[in-house]
């Protein structure tokens, strides 16, 4: 299909391409989630978390199963190492693949009680691994376990480099989602979705700045996305984030500055930059997983 743009400002116009398709690359899925490029393997993951299934597609248009019985998992991505670290609801923890192929865990308690549900995840150029912790994946089980929230917060964590200190950097937000730094890694962007089931909660994401120690300071409000929700969130080399919603992914400058959409026929979940030149978006999108060529690429720690 046609891609479809509302451009909002011009700079947008530089950013997207004129004549591309919006294609379908994947569908039949019950809620997907969760992707991630692996660039050592020319492929992209991505997660169906009610179906507990991870799924593996190639340039070739071909998806296949990569993982079942994977416990609910939802966020991706890739550590400092290459090797791939998973945000489980089910297990309510935080954990990796290792070289052997074994599965192990990286985070599962803070302060000696049971995490709530990690959710989105990413890695800094230092190793730290930061993620979030709303409740989804207690609240019911269909995304999960259903369970009893035991951490006095919805945080967002940061993991040591050596995987010995949890630290949370910010326990403020309703529901923390989808997160991403900046491309000089002195600001994190933090997606709040608790408008999902509080409507008094704005769709709101947040910026934060990053000391040198990581510490988050100065939490103000960058963006309120509509329609919809924000959940996953990437930032592009100039800077621009990019996020889902219910119709499109909205894009907004660095200055908060809201540039533009591209439209999805489905609710937009999340989406990631990948490909030879990082140059393509993958959409995840309720059924299914879309992609197109754009014409900026992923921001590089």
């Known amino acids: 299909m046609m891609a479809e743009y509302e451009i909002l400002d011009d700079r947008f116009k530089e950013l997207v391409l004129p004549n591309v398709q919006l294609q379908q690359i994947a569908t039949g899925h019950l ?24 799924f593996r597609w190639s340039p070739d248009n071909v998806v296949s199963l990569f993982r079942k019985n994977t416990d609910f998992a939802n966020g991706n991505t890739l ?56 409740t989804y994946g207690i609240m019911g089980n ?12 919805r945080n967002v964590f940061c993991l040591s480099a050596d995987g010995e200190a949890l630290t949370s950097v910010s326990a403020e937000l309703s529901q923390p989602n989808g997160l991403a730094f900046s491309p000089d890694e002195t600001r994190l962007y933090v997606a709040d979705s608790g408008g999902s089931h509080d409507p008094a909660v704005e769709a709101t994401i947040f910026a934060f700045d990053v000391s040198p ?57 999340n989406l990631e930059f990948g490909g030879p030149r990082n140059t393509r978006m993958f959409i995840t999108a309720s059924t299914s997983v879309y992609a197109i060529h754009v014409n900026v690429e992923k921001a590089q720690a």
């Open 31 to 54: 809620w997907t989630e969760g992707p991630v490029w692996v660039p050592a393997q020319n492929c992209l993951y991505f997660s169906d978390i009610p179906a507990q299934k991870l």
């Open 79 to 134: 550590d400092t190492h290459g090797r791939l670290v998973t945000c489980s609801h089910g297990r309510r923890r935080l954990e990796r693949v290792e070289v052997d192929g074994s599965i192990g865990s990286l985070a599962s308690e803070y302060e000696g009680k049971p995490l709530n549900s990690p959710n989105d995840v990413v890695v800094k150029s230092d190793g730290s691994i930061w993620f979030t912790d709303p």
């Open 142 to 153: 269909y995304e999960g376990n259903r369970g009893v929230q035991e951490q006095e917060a």
């Open 213 to 269: 120690d990581n510490r988050l300071s100065n939490k103000r409000s960058f963006a309120v996305v509509s329609p919809g929700f924000p959940d996953g969130l990437r930032v592009d080399h100039l800077g621009n984030l990019w996020t889902s919603s219910a119709d499109s992914v909205q894009c907004y400058a660095p200055d908060g500055t809201h540039l533009g959409k591209i439209f999805v026929p489905e609710v937009v979940s």
